[in-house]
């Protein structure tokens, strides 16, 4: 049990219950944990009473730390879990507090695994630093393993990798800093270590889901009372690898010494029925513990011919009607947070090349709205490599996507990426690069929608 030695430094205690996570704060199933021991204490003794009420000494030493854990923790009382940060409202607002908000984020892609692949590393520490002096208050990160070998940790010590991530969640809960983790981000990473192929997503009964299950009961349960977790995620972008006519050139890669099956074939072909199959058992799983807090599938954009290809294979472009109804599609009912990517490529669709950024989330907004769920930008940004137009192009597109973030309404966005050096060349956004800049735009986009939140409720 974690936690009890806490009352020896005179500080809030938590007695909470083997895998769970206390930051001085009781736990909701703490108390039901006492209601446990109190079972257990009856029971022991019941078996030990031999009609002379005596207890034998080995047992005797082992009730006593017991017993001093039952009242240290309290009385048998279940407590309700906390209010989560943010919930989602009416008409695809979200709620903070009971009252409208909006706010633009940022990922920080690595900023968790990077202390997985080497616990010296805790440069989270001053990127949260960071990004709290400058009013950005939340980020999007990967919040498990990317290939199969990136989960060994877990498999093989889950305390050392929850240890990690304990001070990882109790970092960002210090800092005000929002979390939204991203729990299963590559389509190939999971059925690669439970050795099976990707069309396994869509297989309740498969061993992928499995281990989908469990870990999402190892890191909810855990985390569920932290103040810091805003939502959860399932994975990234999903629902860009499904019903492509030409899947068999775009399978994922072979690189055995990360993991990966000797092999890809037809069965790693992903539909859009898998994928929301695998949406679907992932929120109800998480619903068994946080019955609150926003569950978005962490999905791209749909691609400009989505359904098209869903329904025929082919690439034509759909229209607006039927950009707004694949979006729902692969985006049900359970996801109360939609999910969408954004890139200056997203400008390329309805049969054009000069769709706006707002045309385009103008028709997700009444598309989530009419159906009770509200607009998560979950990414982004544009590169400035050469090939991709340079800096001043860049720079134009990113400012026309927080404008049209701004003017449209959308509740959360969130800017792609923070502190990635592997993406230096291109897109990574750090204080003291070439784009920096942007994170000024971040402070000053998030001030402006404070102030404006701020009017709305005066009124």
Known sequence: ?????????????????????????????????????????NQMMKREEDGRHQVSSGRGVFLLPLLAMLFLRGPCVAEPPIDPPITVGPNGTI?????????????????????????????YREGFDELSKRGIPFIRFMGGGFSAKNWKMYQDDKAAYFAIMDAFVKAAEEKGIGLIPSLFWWTAGIPDLVDEPRNQWGNPDSKTIAFMRQYVRDVVTRYVNSPAIWAWEFGNEFSLECDLSNAADLRPWVHLDLGTRKERTAEDDLTQEMVVAAFREFAQEVRKVDTKRPISPGHSLPRPAALHLHNERSWTHDNPEQL?????????????????HIYPMDKDRFGRNDATYAETITVCLAAAAKNGQAIFVGEFGAMD???????????????EMISAVESTGVPLAALWVYDLAAQDNSINVTPT???????????????????????RQRE
């Not at 809030?12 to 204490?41: D, F, K, N, W």
């Not at 920080?108 to 692949?117: D, G, I, K, L, S």
């Not at 707004?324 to 969408?340: G, R």
């Open 385 to 399: 490599s050469e090939q991709d137009g340079g800096a001043e192009k860049a720079r134009s597109e990113c400012l």
């Open 1 to 41: 049990v974690t936690g009890g030695i806490a009352a020896l430094n005179h500080r809030p205690i938590a007695l909470t219950p083997p895998g769970s996570y206390s930051t001085g704060t009781q736990h909701p199933r703490g108390a039901r944990m006492s209601c446990r021991l109190i079972a257990e204490v």
């Open 324 to 340: 707004a109804a694949n979006l729902i599609e692969v985006n049900p009912a359970t996801a109360d947070l939609v999910s969408v």
């Open 95 to 123: 709620l903070k507090g009971g009252k409208p908000y909006r706010a633009i984020g940022i990922n920080y892609f690595n900023a968790f695994y990077r202390t997985v692949e080497n616990p010296n590393d805790t440069s």
């Open 433 to 455: 690069n070439k784009r920096s800049y942007l994170l000024e735009e971040l402070t000053k986009a998030n001030r402006r929608l404070q102030e404006a939140d701020a009017t």
